[in-house]
C-alpha cells in the first residue's frame, strides 16, 4: 500500500522560489517511477516532472531549466525544486507514480504565484 503527502507550497512572487516535498509510505516506492502533477482551476491535470528509480527525468517544456525534480529513496521523499516561477504555474500540485495510480491521488499543496 502507497501513500504520498505532499507539502511545501505556500503564496509566492514571481521570480521566486519554492521547494515541495512529497512523504512516500509503502515498501515498494523505491521501484516506481514518480512524478509531480499539477492541476490549475478549469484545467486538466498535467504531468510536471517525472523520475525514475535510476534517477532519469523529464520535464514538461514550460518547466525546462526552472525545475528540478529529484528522490532520495531512502527517505522515501520526492522532490520538486522550482525556480523562477512564474504566475502560470500557479496550481495544486500531487505527486504519484508515473503513470498514476488514480487511487492514490493525495490533497497535493497549493502554489500561488502573485504579486
Known amino acids: 500500500q502507497v501513500q504520498f503527502v505532499e507539502s511545501g507550497g505556500g503564496l509566492v512572487q514571481p521570480g521566486g522560489s519554492l521547494r515541495l516535498s512529497c512523504a512516500a509510505s509503502?515498501?515498494?516506492?523505491?521501484?516506481?517511477?514518480m512524478g509531480w502533477y499539477r492541476q490549475a482551476p478549469g484545467k486538466q491535470r498535467e504531468l510536471v516532472a517525472g523520475i525514475t528509480r535510476a534517477g532519469y527525468r523529464n520535464y514538461e517544456d514550460s518547466v525546462k531549466g526552472r525545475f528540478t525534480i529529484s528522490r532520495d529513496n531512502a527517505k522515501n521523499t520526492v522532490y520538486l525544486q522550482m525556480n523562477s516561477l512564474k504566475p502560470e504555474d500557479t496550481a495544486v500540485y500531487y505527486c504519484?507514480?508515473?503513470?498514476?495510480?488514480?487511487?492514490?491521488w493525495g490533497q497535493g499543496t497549493q502554489v500561488t504565484v502573485s504579486s
Open positions: 509503502g515498501s515498494i516506492f523505491s521501484i516506481l517511477t
Open positions: 504519484n507514480a508515473q503513470p498514476p495510480r488514480d487511487s492514490l
